[in-house]
């Protein structure tokens, strides 16, 4: 139990470390200020299609953004392309694993496509990503709880 706790600390203090020094990564956080940030405007606005259009684009120039695949994913996801949003969050873990966001939508989807169990798989990698906790794995863990509730027999 400890050990757990000592990791937890060390993980703060790096992330913290490595916020002070201005280290970006593809944490999932990059778009608000970054390259992507014009892109993540047009999909809050709703603008799907103009932000695929986008993204497109950004990602001709940057094939390994873990961010902009995610990105892809949810816009498609919201425009009921449910085959290309499952292809975009799997590149986007493809390219980072421990993507915050991409295992949060891509739960979300599982939840769309009626796949309990695999919104519960990204649920569990949330888990161990977020040691202590993150604003995915709550949203996450509250979808699956309203699908369940909805979908009670």
Request: aromatic share 8%; hydrophobic share 40%; net charge negative.
């Amino acid at each position: 139990m400890l050990g757990k706790w000592a990791l937890a600390a060390a993980v703060v203090c790096m992330a913290g470390t490595a916020a002070a020094l201005g280290s970006g990564g593809s944490s999932g956080d990059e778009g608000k200020s970054g390259p992507l940030a014009a892109i993540e405007k047009k999909i809050e606005a709703g603008e799907y299609e103009a932000a695929l259009a986008d993204l497109e684009v950004h990602i001709e120039k940057n094939r390994t953004s873990a961010d902009a695949f995610n990105w892809l994913g949810y816009a498609n996801r919201k425009l009921g392309r449910y085959e290309k949003a499952q292809k975009a969050y799997a590149r986007a873990l493809f390219l980072d694993p421990d993507h915050k966001g991409a295992h949060e939508y891509a739960g979300e989807l599982r939840l769309q496509l009626g796949d309990l169990a695999g919104a519960e798989r990204h649920l569990a990698e949330l888990d161990r990503i977020c040691l202590l906790g993150c604003e995915e794995y709550d949203e996450l863990k509250a979808e699956i709880a309203a699908w369940k509730k909805a979908n009670a027999k």
